[in-house]
């Protein structure tokens, strides 16, 4: 089981620009969740997808889209790129049906905005 | 007034012995408590979660929720240096499965 992967490992773009990272999430998971983790910080909730709709909206601004695929990877959409924009972007999945809904962590994409 | 605080560090302690980490909420409707351990760069990792109130232990971890004072903690005994790492509490709500995060508690283990 390869657990959550993510792509691509460390990116840098200019302010302004649009950048889409993607998620595989855990074999067997239909649940994908996306945080932002400023440095020195805890992540901070973007959305999560299910069943290939949004199904819940952190406090992020409309320029952070998403979407799920049939085969329930996900991709983060950011546009019109801010230096604030910069942190380690997480994707977590987990399973809906369980009374327990432990999210399993990727790696995460560190994103540089210069 | 932050959903949940948590005490930024860093916490340096001599190898065996006993940390104590700890977090503070503010909304007694939460009722799933889980702590996080995330090495340097890497994704956070689920350590122990806790329903609603008491005590679980799993080796050499113990985690504790007193939802009367809305105060969790994580204890970690015979501590080695591979513990050196930050750990992060993180909470949520029965019905809301957005994870609240606190900052993350940088531990260094000396050896």
């Known amino acids: 089981d390869a657990g959550v992967t993510q792509s691509p490992t460390h990116l840098i773009k200019t302010r302004g620009q649009q950048v889409t990272l993607r998620c595989s999430p855990k074999?067997?998971?239909?649940?994908v969740s996306w945080y932002q983790q400023a440095l020195g910080q805890g992540p901070q909730f973007i959305f999560q997808?299910?069943?290939?709709?949004?199904?819940q909206r952190g406090n992020f601004p409309d320029r952070f889209s998403g979407h799920q695929f049939p085969n329930y990877s996900s991709e983060l959409n950011v546009n019109a790129l801010l230096l604030g924009d910069s942190a380690l972007y997480l994707c977590?999945?987990?399973?809906?049906?369980?009374?327990?809904?432990?999210?399993?962590f990727g790696p995460g994409t560190r994103l540089t905005v210069l | 007034q932050k959903e949940v605080e948590q005490d930024p560090g860093p916490l340096s302690v001599p190898e065996g012995a006993i940390v104590s980490l700890n977090c503070t909420y503010s909304?007694?409707?939460?009722?799933?408590f889980m702590w996080y351990r995330q090495y340097s760069r890497k994704g956070p990792e689920l350590l122990m979660y806790?329903?609603s109130s008491g005590n679980k232990e799993d080796g050499r971890f113990t985690a504790q929720v007193d939802k009367s004072s809305k105060y969790i903690s994580l204890f970690i005994r015979d501590s080695q240096p591979s513990d050196s790492a930050t750990y992060l509490c993180?909470?949520?709500?029965?019905?809301?499965?957005?994870?609240?995060w606190g900052a993350g508690t940088k531990l260094i283990i000396k050896p």
């Open positions: 977590a999945s987990t399973f809906l049906g369980l009374s327990y809904n432990e999210q399993f």
């Open positions: 074999s067997g998971h239909d649940t």
């Open positions: 997808y299910y069943e290939e709709e949004e199904r």
């Open positions: 909304n007694s409707a939460f009722q799933y």
């Open positions: 806790t329903y």
């Open positions: 993180a909470i949520r709500m029965d019905s809301n499965y957005q994870l609240i």
